[in-house]
Nanobody
């Protein structure tokens, strides 16, 4: 059984940093892109960042570019999201996800088959 488990969320002040982690078990995703999505209340889920299986290709949404960094450790089957200079508009539930296809690189949530349970990030002003 595939499981993705996020950790690292919390309540922080504007300008603070958080590091999210997502550990996968039950399968190896070294060939699959891994992504972080987020969903704020009343909003659609959006792709924040994606990293290819090798780690050589990344994507960042414009609103987080320059502040967030995605990375992965395939030996640990784990993906990370380093979030700096956090803003109140970053408040959301953050989900990690694994791409359906090996060697794929997608930005839409319907291309991802495996999801974590989500971790809440709240940034106070």
């Amino acid at each position: 059984q595939v499981q993705l488990v996020e950790s690292g969320g919390g309540l922080v002040q504007t300008g603070s940093s958080l590091r999210l982690s997502c550990a996968a078990s039950g399968d190896t995703f070294s060939k699959h892109a891994l992504a972080w999505f987020r969903q704020a209340p009343g909003m659609e889920r959006e792709c924040v960042s994606t990293i290819s299986g090798s780690g050589g290709r990344t994507y960042y949404a414009d609103v987080v570019k320059g502040r967030f960094t995605i990375s992965r450790d395939n030996a640990k089957n784990t993906v990370y999201l380093e979030m700096n200079s956090l803003k109140p508009e970053d408040t959301a539930v953050y989900y990690c996800a694994a791409d359906r296809s090996p060697f794929g690189f997608h930005l839409k949530d319907n291309e991802y088959d495996y999801w974590g349970q989500g971790t809440q990030v709240t940034v106070s002003s």
